[in-house]
């Protein structure tokens, strides 16, 4: 095996781009808060049939999706760090978007979601 065939073998870094500037990527701290889904209905806006998403929630009554989260950007060209929402698409593969203002909080007898919201109390005083 030659050394170019070894160097091409090598996993790619996830890439990130600022949603304000598409050509510019952007690196996080790694801190990565996952997403909590509390309803059914939160289930069926991504994709699951109404039946389905009713079973995965009786069984599962707070689901942590692998493939969204929360964490904290910065952007050279903006020159801020921001809170953005990511969904992986593939290892490399994400899109961000700018996370959601802090809302209400939906309890749930065994746990609180986090779904859409800023972790402000447990992050870095850069939040905006």
Known sequence: MTT???RNR???RRQLF????PEQPIEGNGQKYFLHLLTPEQLRERGMDHRKAHLVI???PVLMLSDEWLEELFCPQCGTSRWCHITKHS???H???WAAQAGPIRSHPDSVSTAGLQPSSLSSPLMS
């Open 4 to 6: 170019s065939s070894r």
């Open 91 to 93: 290892r490399v593969d």
């Open 95 to 97: 899109t961000v978007r």
């Open 58 to 60: 009786e069984a599962y």
């Open 10 to 12: 090598r996993p790619q």
């Open 18 to 21: 600022c949603p304000a500037h």
